[in-house]
């Protein structure tokens, strides 16, 4: 099993739709949970990070972390053709004295016209 | 702020050359520097850790002989894949950190990437 699950997608939808994106893991010793975008061949960029169970709101974005049941969300409100990109949960843990990021696949999200 | 360049963005290379990646942090001073590598519709898979000055910690699975880093100095750190062959053949990708980087999210010593070198293996 790996430890952060994602579904590849990709996922399509109209503008101004609302966009859930989800991410299961499985490793209690996950300390930050976070969003990143990323555009094709292009690095990642940092979204947004939550630490606590609860939600954290920034604009159109919304992240949602369910620590009881390690599952994480971000929401997409009034999505735009601009946000078509692959968004990736990751998840920071230390191992052997490092802070380490763990990914998951990326789901490529399709924001038509 | 917080930028950090690769070069080059794209190389072809023959099966048993050596190819090196270059890691940049342009308006700081990187303590660490990560290297990943992506598969097509594959999660980012960290590589190594590496700090200046210091050898580089290679996660499992990682063969240090054939992926060489070095970082010897605060801004730079150099991905070498040796005797390449078409299976590494991928996209790698570059971070730094610096903790208490002025505007950076230090609440978990953020991690700032690179723009990913495409390398193709024939």
């Known amino acids: 099993q790996k430890e952060v699950e994602q579904d590849p997608g990709p996922l399509s939808v109209p503008e101004g739709a609302i966009v859930s994106l989800n991410c299961t893991y499985s490793?209690?010793?996950?300390?930050?949970f976070m969003w990143y975008r990323q555009y094709s061949r292009k690095g990642p960029e940092l979204l947004m990070y939550?630490?606590?169970?609860g939600n954290k709101e920034d604009g159109r974005f919304t992240a949602q972390v369910d620590k009881s049941s390690k599952y994480i969300s971000l929401f997409i409100r009034d999505s735009q053709p601009s946000d078509s990109a692959t968004y990736l949960c990751?998840?920071?843990?230390?191992?052997?004295?490092?802070?380490?990021?763990?990914f998951g696949t990326g789901t490529r999200l399709l924001v038509s016209p | 702020g917080a930028v950090v360049s690769q070069h080059p963005s794209r190389v072809i290379c023959k099966s048993g050359t050596s190819v090196k990646i270059e890691c940049r942090s342009l308006?700081?001073?990187?303590?660490?520097m990560f290297w990943y590598r992506q598969f097509p519709k594959k999660s980012l898979m960290l590589m190594a850790t590496?700090?200046?000055?210091?050898?580089?910690?290679?996660e499992q699975g990682v063969e240090k002989d054939k992926f060489l880093i070095n970082h010897a100095s605060l801004t730079l750190s150099t991905l070498t894949v040796t005797s390449a062959h078409p299976e590494d053949s991928s996209f790698y990708i570059c971070?730094?950190?610096?903790?208490?980087?002025?505007?950076?999210?230090?609440?978990?010593?953020?991690?700032?990437f690179g723009p990913g070198t495409r390398l193709t293996v024939l």
């Open positions: 971070s730094a950190r610096a903790p208490g980087l002025a505007g950076a999210r230090t609440f978990y010593n953020e991690q700032f």
């Open positions: 490793n209690s010793a996950f300390q930050y």
């Open positions: 939550t630490y606590s169970s």
């Open positions: 990751a998840m920071s843990v230390v191992d052997t004295g490092f802070q380490k990021l763990v």
């Open positions: 308006d700081f001073q990187a303590t660490t």
């Open positions: 590496s700090n200046e000055g210091s050898k580089a910690t290679y």
